[in-house]
């Protein structure tokens, strides 16, 4: 039957098509990105004193750890992975390369690397710190680790660029209904609002 067709094309995509897809998508983008990539590292270097990148463990698909990649966007003595909007004295504390690259999230390009070495995929949900993963080990919330995590996602389109208009429990679900729902269709829309969303103002 028709709905019998679309689940095993759908259990296809998650199963080989996706990792498929997600094994060319970087592979292109490290190799178009490799100059503009070289030229970030360069200027993070001569921007601030520090390394070029920054590396944590992160929880991803299954609670699997793995060693999440970024470039460098904080001062080192700054609590790297905090949301702009939510540091003190944000301004004063970033440069103005830092305040363009984390909110053009320039940061996260070699996340690419994660995403061909299969810890990530292109979509899923954002792969959490060791501590944001243990609060959410409780059953009504353990259901989002069943779904990859991604470089983008559901939750991140859905309000990108209107800092704290989506509740930290309006996300939790939100991870959880792509956990469970997440398809091509479901992909492709999430990576076009991705791709738009860089083009508004905020």
């Given at each position: 039957?028709?709905c019998?067709?679309?689940?095993m ?22 190799v ?6 070289l ?8 921007d ?18 793995f ?6 966007s904080?001062p080192?003595?700054a ?12 301004d ?10 984390r ?6 390009l ?12 292109i ?34 389109v ?18 959880i ?13 999430i ?12």
């Amino acid at each position: 039957s028709r709905c019998l067709c679309k689940k095993m094309l759908n259990c296809m995509y998650k199963h080989f098509f996706k990792r498929f897809i997600d094994i060319v998508l970087s592979l292109t983008g490290l190799v178009l990105l490799a100059i503009p990539m070289l030229a970030v590292a360069v200027i993070i270097k001569l921007d601030s004193p520090g390394p070029v990148f920054f590396k944590q463990k992160r929880v991803g698909k299954g609670k699997t750890y793995f060693m999440i990649w970024k470039f460098r966007s904080m001062p080192v003595q700054a609590p790297h992975d905090t949301p702009t909007h939510l540091l003190q004295n944000a301004d004063a504390m970033l440069s103005k390369w830092q305040r363009f690259e984390r909110r053009a999230s320039i940061d996260e390009l070699p996340q690419l690397i994660n995403i061909l070495k299969g810890d990530m995929s292109i979509v899923g949900n954002r792969p959490l710190p060791l501590y944001e993963a243990e609060l959410l080990t409780s059953d009504e919330h353990i259901d989002r680790f069943m779904g990859p995590a991604g470089l983008t996602g559901l939750w991140q389109v859905e309000k990108r660029g209107e800092a704290g208009k989506l509740s930290a429990e309006e996300r939790k679900q939100l991870d959880i209904q792509y956990a469970k729902n997440f398809s091509f269709g479901l992909d492709i829309k999430i990576i076009l609002k991705t791709v738009t969303a860089f083009v508004q103002k905020e």
